[in-house]
């Protein structure tokens, strides 16, 4: 029986707090892109948030892919969708959440290079140390030895459905699940979010 991820929970306060730190991260590198790439689905919506903050108007995507709640069955990523736009001789900003393992990041941005954009560099809301990838720029690095499953506003539910889905190997019902997910993972979340969970997956 695999024991659960520790957790941490983020907010749209911390969002924004990265978003911004991440702006100005760029704009003091006099880095400002031509077109944002968000890395999907996770670099969505820090995509569309830097392009407001930096006046971006073209946002395009490409898509590299993990399954369950960790990664895929054989540890790496997958390129599943192309860009969705042409980006030849632009300045182009690759934007994912989060660079854990960082192999979809790299993955995304080597299909990028072939495009042969004009300048090409990457972004992160966290970077975790021990990633093989380092972005260009990103606003907080989570050291190694405090890695944490991170979950974010935009994915709350899909990852809660996940992580109590294994949580019920440790014992079924919301009220059970709930105190597994609080002592194991450090995540405690409304019952009455578990009972909405409850509706998508089996875990009563």
Not at 13 to 25: F, I, Q
Not at 130 to 142: N, V, W
Not at 167 to 185: H, K, N, P
Request: with cysteine.
């Amino acid at each position: 029986m695999a024991d659960l991820p520790r957790c941490r929970l983020t907010t749209w306060s911390d969002v924004d707090r990265w978003a911004d730190r991440l702006a100005e991260r760029i704009r003091s590198a006099q880095a400002v892109p031509e077109i944002i790439i968000a890395l999907t689905r996770g670099g969505w919506v820090p995509s569309r948030l830097l392009c407001d903050r930096l006046g971006v108007r073209r946002l395009v995507s490409v898509r590299a892919q993990h399954w369950g709640v960790t990664a895929t069955p054989d540890g790496t990523a997958k390129l599943t969708e192309g860009l969705s736009g042409p980006v030849e001789g632009q300045k182009v900003l690759v934007v994912d959440d989060i660079t854990d393992t960082g192999e979809s990041l790299s993955l995304a941005t080597a299909h990028v290079a072939e495009q042969h954009p004009a300048r090409l560099e990457t972004a992160a809301f966290l970077h975790i140390a021990h990633s093989k990838f380092l972005p260009t720029y990103f606003a907080e690095e989570i050291p190694r030895a405090g890695w944490v499953w991170v979950v974010f506003p935009w994915n709350y539910w899909e990852d809660l459905a996940a992580l109590a889905t294994k949580a019920a190997e440790f014992g079924r019902g919301v009220s059970t699940i709930r105190e597994t997910l609080r002592t194991r993972s450090g995540l405690d979340v409304p019952l009455a979010d578990l009972e909405r969970v409850a509706d998508l997956v089996p875990i009563r």
